[in-house]
């Protein structure tokens, strides 16, 4: 099962910006179409936003959109979130996933073993 790897969390102030990458854990020639979640604390894990591999076409949450830009590095094997104007209800653990995009982006249809260890996103003065 091809797994992923996501970096690029960290603490920044409201108002900053973090770029996160998701990464396959090993080379793959086939695009496909990728999702980013998260889960807050206390709070179910929610589809964020996602691209798919045909032309591009991407999804953004109604909470994120305009603030964040979902995009696919040219060689397509890593998938980048840069997060802007960031808030502290952005504060959450990031996830990302193979998805239907968008008809994939509901946490609840992926067993548990999906899920990678995703990166810390705190945003906080």
């Known amino acids: 099962q091809l797994r992923f790897v996501e970096s690029g969390g960290g603490l920044v102030q409201p108002g900053g910006s973090l770029r996160l990458s998701c990464a396959a854990s090993?080379?793959?020639?086939?695009?496909?179409?990728i999702g980013w979640f998260r889960q807050a604390p206390g709070k179910e894990r929610e589809g964020v936003s996602c691209?798919?591999?045909?032309?591009?076409?991407?999804w953004y949450a109604d909470s994120v959109k305009a603030r964040f830009t979902i995009s696919r590095a040219n060689a397509g094997d890593t998938v980048y979130l840069q997060m802007n104007s960031l808030k502290p209800e952005d504060t959450a653990v990031y996830y990302c996933?193979?998805?239907?995009?968008?008809?994939?982006?509901?946490?609840?249809?992926?067993?548990?073993?999906?899920w990678g260890q995703g990166t810390q996103v705190t945003v906080s003065s």
């Open positions: 996933i193979r998805a239907g995009c968008p008809e994939g982006m509901t946490a609840s249809l992926f067993d548990s073993t999906v």
């Open positions: 090993e080379w793959t020639s086939d695009f496909y179409a």
């Open positions: 691209i798919s591999p045909s032309d591009g076409s991407t």
